[in-house]
């Protein structure tokens, strides 16, 4: 069992940067690829980036690539996602997740998800 709690969300104008934070409970961290989709309202969730389970390499959405960056801390059981030039079209409640395949993740059908720090970008 994996418990995710996300940190770091907030009000910001475009052109700003956040960064997100994400804690995990359990021993077993360095076992989960971890990654974040996000959900803004009336809309579908969305995949935005996963990294493996080393933090050796990481894959982004197109709309993440360039501007946000993923990443981990394994010896503290953490994970986060700097995002640099935010956009209005980024506002959305942020999920962090977890699943031991990486692939499950990035189709967004994770085995464990936390309940998310909302983010809105004003223009």
């Known amino acids: 069992q994996v418990q995710l709690v996300e940190s770091g969300g907030g009000l910001v104008q475009a052109g700003d940067s956040l960064k997100l934070s994400c804690a995990a409970s359990?021993?077993?961290?360095?076992?989960?690829?971890m990654g974040w989709f996000r959900q803004a309202p009336g809309k579908e969730r969305e995949f935005v980036c996963a990294i493996i389970k080393s933090g050796s390499s990481s894959y982004c959405s197109d709309s993440a690539k360039g501007r946000f960056t993923i990443s981990r801390d394994n010896a503290k059981n953490m994970m986060y996602l700097q995002m640099d030039n935010l956009k209005p079209e980024d506002t959305a409640v942020y999920h962090c997740a977890a699943d031991q395949v990486l692939h499950n993740i990035v189709v967004i059908n994770p085995a464990y998800w936390g309940q998310g720090t909302q983010v809105t970008v004003s223009s």
């Open positions: 359990g021993r077993t961290f360095n076992t989960y690829a």
